[in-house]
């Protein structure tokens, strides 16, 4: 169904979070490797110029598409912008942290290169083990389950409404005497 209704960006962003959220887990059930970039504040333009533009509304289908072994985006990160697939087979930098377990392989050092590097924040799916991380700010959350990931996925990407300054000094009605 077609529609000109315009949709505001909270339900925009939960939709996307939910359809990559359900993407991450049908993928990591299989063992299929992933790597999802949610851009923030910190455009990623160069590194979406390292990939190809997508510019998609997210589903679980085209994330596995896009991930699915031997596929020709399968090894790069996809980026998610605007709370769409934006760019898929992007190259990202790799972390420089050498404390880093080396159990992890070159998607969890990505993740973590591109927290370290901005403030977007990277969803991984093991191929090795089917597990779903997440790096946020240099720091990697290992095994999370998808309630979680959901979850601080909208904490990050959904910005708290606020009430204005004047409705907090003059009370609801903007210029009321006290």
């Known amino acids: 169904n077609f529609t000109t209704e315009k949709i505001d960006e909270e339900t925009l962003l939960k939709n996307c979070i939910a359809k990559v959220v359900d993407g991450v887990t049908e993928l ?23 990939g190809t533009i997508v510019n998609a509304e997210p589903s679980k289908e085209i994330i596995g598409n896009i991930f699915f072994h031997n596929a020709p985006l399968h090894d790069g990160a996809t980026i998610i912008r605007g709370g769409r697939i934006f760019a898929a087979g992007c190259f990202l930098p790799l972390s420089q942290n050498y404390d880093i377990s080396n159990m992890l392989g070159t998607r969890h050092r990505a993740a973590l290169g591109i927290s370290e590097n901005s403030d977007a924040v990277a969803v991984v799916v093991s191929e090795e083990t089917g597990k779903i991380s997440m790096a946020v700010n240099g720091e990697l959350m290992r095994e999370i389950d998808p309630v979680y990931l959901k979850r601080k996925l909208e904490e990050y990407m959904i910005p708290e409404k606020t009430e204005p300054v004047v409705n907090k000094i003059f009370g609801k009605g903007g210029n009321e005497e006290k």
Not at 31 to 42: K, S, W
């Open 28 to 50: 990591a059930k299989h063992d299929v490797g992933a790597l999802i970039v949610f851009e923030r504040e910190t455009k990623l333009g160069e590194i979406i110029s390292t």
